[in-house]
Each structure stands twice: as structure tokens, then as C-alpha cells.
């Protein structure tokens, strides 16, 4: 009279089936939540950083300079006292020279400091941190950090109001010369009057990642201190190109974009930060990198 | 007899699963196109470098931009998914000749600075022969 009777191999089968259709559910599941966090805390860094800079402008009665051409530096070293970092800051040499003199390369005391990850200039979906490119390597082998976020220089191209040319200054020698429409470029002394268009209107400061050759993901190769070397700016890039545009072999012209799905997040003038979607009108993108084009239109 | 009689529901449901899956795929945006063609360099196929399709605001078309990766001579921005708005284009090139690329220097060595060309993009499939003088023969 016993009735028991194991499963059989079909209802077996029919279970690990189920089980395993509800695994491959979830999995992909938790990547995206995992990439949705890295997006929230990369949001975050940018809006830290846009305090910083309202912060500084508070403080100094303008924002700092994007790169400044006389000591090499970025703007990220000028808005270190206002991300917590005042330490840091005081150690600096702001004096003239490249950022990156001296026989180590140390500055002095200007790259050394870029051995320090600062964690909010930082995108967390970024795999590459460190600056891979060789001018920001010291001498005896130690390998600096990068930085995601760089300023927006300005627009190069054509006003769409105007029909005149985004004003540029050109240099020879086939980097891409300096957009000067923006608000952190070369040696800017932006304040809020100057941004005509409105500083909810106009990019700051945004994101940059590039798929170098060996398609990994990376920031522009520099250290997070870097400014300007000769031509080539680091702190701040042109907007030339649509966001995710591949590198075109013009450092200055390297695109905005990011490892986040379909475009790139940007801290706007006022503080606040928006995505941007990467098919957005290229017009519109540059209307809204000038800060004092004109322009109707923004993207938002 | 009891499996028989589902069949006909598993098929229906099969076909709106794959409808489903396969409709809202392929094709571009209403108002861009895909170019490709071919750039030379002093008349000879460039090695390696990056094409890069910009509507022209000065002549009042807008749009996306596309662009593209020249491999011996001739691009397709197909390989890269974004079309071109369809209109007047500002067309810029840069390139290399191919040797020993690094991740700061993809084309190998640059043969010339960023060359800017303007042309028309129609809807139809186009091809375009693009040539970059030599700076050599600009100079004079």
C-alpha cells in the first residue's frame, strides 16, 4: 500500500529548468542596479563638485580657471578647499612653471599630489583610474590618478543665431586650439554675469571617458592635476564632437561621454546636473556649452 | 489528445513572441542616412583615421552627428550605427599613416592637420570620393 513515490527525471529536469530561467532573470537584474548605484554616485561627485565651484565663486568672486596656461594646473586644484580637501590644497605650489617639472616630474609639488585619489573625481563605472599617459607617469615608475570630470571649454562651430563661427583661439599646432565660449577654459575668469545665456542653461563641468584602442574605458590619460601642457589642454575640453565620439586624434577635441547607457551627465552652472542624451541635436549641445551664444534652444 | 489541442495556442503565441522581439529593430531615425566611400590622401588611400559628418547650422540643417573609422581608404558609418542628418554637412578628417598605433596616437602618425570639407548628403545610399591634398602642394 505505499504510494510514495520519488520525482521523476522529468519533473526534475522541468524544476532545474525553472530554477535556472529565474537565475538568468535575475542576474542582468542585479547588473543594472549595480550600474544604476555607480550612475546615483557619479550624479553625486558632480553635484559635489558643482558646490565646490559655487563655493569657490562665493569665496573668490568668480570661478577658477579652467587650466591655466601660467602654472599648468586645473581647475580641480582650485576647488579643492571646497570638496574637503584643504589640506591637500596648502601643499600645492601655484607659482609658474609646468605642472610637471623637475627631474621626477614631481612639479615640484604640483603632480606629486596627483598620487592622491580624490574619490569624488571619480566615476565609479570608470574601470581605468590611474593616468596611463607617459608625461604623467613619474620617473621612478609611480602612476598618478585621472579625473572623469573635466570643464567645459566652449563650443567650437557655428552659431546657430549668429551664423557667425563659436569664438576659438587657434593654435598651430593641430590640437584643436581653445574653445573660449565656456565657462571653465583656458585661463577663464568666469563669473555669474558672464554667463549671459543663464547658468542653468549652460554646461560646467562634465563627463569624459574614451574607448582607447585597446577599448577600455578611460578618462583622457591625464592626471587629475594637469591643466595644460604647451597645446594640449587636460582639465577642460572643447565641445567639437557628439558625446561618446570615439577620439578623432584632436586632444582638446576628445568628446564628453561616459560608460552610463545612451549619453553623459554634466554639472550645469547653477549646481544642478543633467543628463544629457547622447543622439541630442549637435547644435543644441553646443548652444548649450556657450555661455554667452544667444541660443534658444538647451538640452536637458 | 490532451497536447494536441494546445498546439495551435502555442504557435499563436510563438508568433506574437516573435513579432514582439523582432519589430522596432533595424533601420535609422527619419532624418539620417548612412554615407560610405572612400578618402585618399595626396591620391592614395589614407591608412587610418576618423571621418566625422556634422550638419551644417550655417545652412540651417540640424541633427545628430555621425561618424566613422577610415581603414585603408574607406569608411562606412554603418560600422559605427550613427547616421548622418540628411542635408548640407560639415565633413571633417583626420588621419594617420597607420604604424605603430598607441592609445594617444590611434592612427599612427598624423600626415595632416584636421581637414574640413563641406558637402550635400541626400536620402538615397550615397558614396563619396573624398581626397585630402598634400600640406606640401597647399603651401604654394
Known amino acids: 500500500m505505499n504510494v510514495r513515490r520519488g520525482f521523476t527525471l522529468i519533473e526534475l529536469l522541468v524544476v532545474i529548468a525553472i530554477i535556472a530561467i529565474l537565475i538568468g532573470l535575475l542576474l542582468p537584474a542585479v547588473q543594472k542596479v549595480r550600474e544604476a548605484a555607480a550612475r ?35 581647475w580641480r586644484v582650485y576647488v579643492l578647499p571646497y570638496v574637503e580637501q584643504d589640506s591637500l590644497y596648502k601643499l600645492f605650489d601655484l607659482g609658474a612653471g609646468a605642472w610637471n617639472g623637475g627631474t621626477n616630474r614631481e612639479g615640484p609639488n604640483k603632480m606629486v599630489h596627483a598620487l592622491n585619489r580624490i574619490s569624488v573625481f571619480n566615476c565609479p563605472s570608470v574601470p581605468v583610474i590611474q593616468a596611463s599617459n607617459g608625461s604623467s607617469t613619474l620617473v621612478d615608475g609611480r602612476k598618478t590618478f585621472t579625473s572623469d570630470y573635466h570643464g567645459v571649454a566652449g563650443p567650437k562651430g557655428t552659431n546657430p543665431v549668429t551664423g557667425a563661427a563659436y569664438a576659438v583661439d587657434a593654435n598651430p599646432t593641430g590640437n584643436g586650439g581653445f574653445a573660449l565660449q565656456g565657462i571653465l577654459g583656458k585661463d577663464t575668469k568666469t563669473r555669474f554675469a558672464s554667463t549671459i545665456d543663464g547658468t542653468s542653461n549652460t554646461l560646467m563641468v562634465g563627463e ?88 534658444i534652444q538647451i538640452a536637458n | ?105 590611434p592612427f599612427g602618425k598624423l600626415l595632416f592637420e584636421e581637414h574640413t570639407v563641406r558637402l550635400d548628403v541626400s536620402k538615397e545610399p550615397s558614396a563619396f570620393q573624398l581626397d585630402v591634398p598634400s600640406p606640401k602642394h597647399k603651401k604654394k
Not at chain 1, 584602442?213 to 592626471?223: F, K, R, T, V, Y
Open chain 2, 1 to 105: 489528445m490532451r497536447s494536441r489541442c494546445c498546439r495551435p495556442r502555442a504557435a499563436s503565441l510563438g508568433l506574437v513572441f516573435g513579432v514582439l522581439l523582432f519589430s522596432g529593430c533595424g533601420g535609422t531615425l527619419d532624418n539620417t542616412t548612412h554615407v560610405s566611400g572612400t578618402v585618399t590622401f595626396d591620391g592614395k588611400p589614407l591608412p587610418a583615421g576618423m571621418i566625422v559628418f556634422e550638419p551644417d547650422p550655417a545652412k540651417g540643417n540640424r541633427g545628430q552627428q555621425g561618424h566613422a573609422d577610415i581603414k585603408d581608404g574607406r569608411f562606412d558609418t554603418r560600422s559605427s550605427g550613427k547616421g548622418v542628418a540628411i542635408g548640407p554637412q560639415v565633413v571633417r578628417i583626420t588621419g594617420g599613416d597607420g604604424a605603430n598605433p598607441e592609445p594617444f596616437t
Open chain 1, 40 to 74: 546615483a554616485k557619479c550624479q553625486n561627485n558632480l553635484k559635489q563638485i558643482g558646490i565646490g565651484l559655487h563655493a569657490y565663486h562665493d569665496a573668490n568672486g568668480r570661478f577658477p580657471a579652467g587650466a591655466t596656461v601660467a602654472n599648468g594646473l586645473s
Open chain 1, 208 to 295: 569624459v571617458s574614451v574607448k582607447w584602442n585597446s577599448n577600455i574605458l578611460e578618462s583622457d590619460g591625464a592626471d587629475w592635476v594637469r591643466g595644460m601642457s604647451g597645446n594640449g589642454m587636460a582639465g577642460c575640453r572643447n565641445v567639437q564632437n557628439a558625446i561618446n565620439t570615439p577620439y578623432t586624434g584632436v586632444y582638446n577635441d576628445i568628446s564628453f561621454g561616459s560608460p552610463h547607457n545612451g549619453g553623459a551627465q554634466f554639472a550645469m552652472g547653477d549646481g544642478s546636473v543633467r543628463f544629457v542624451q547622447a543622439t541630442v541635436d549637435l547644435v543644441v549641445l553646443k548652444a548649450t556649452a556657450s555661455m554667452d551664444g544667444g541660443e
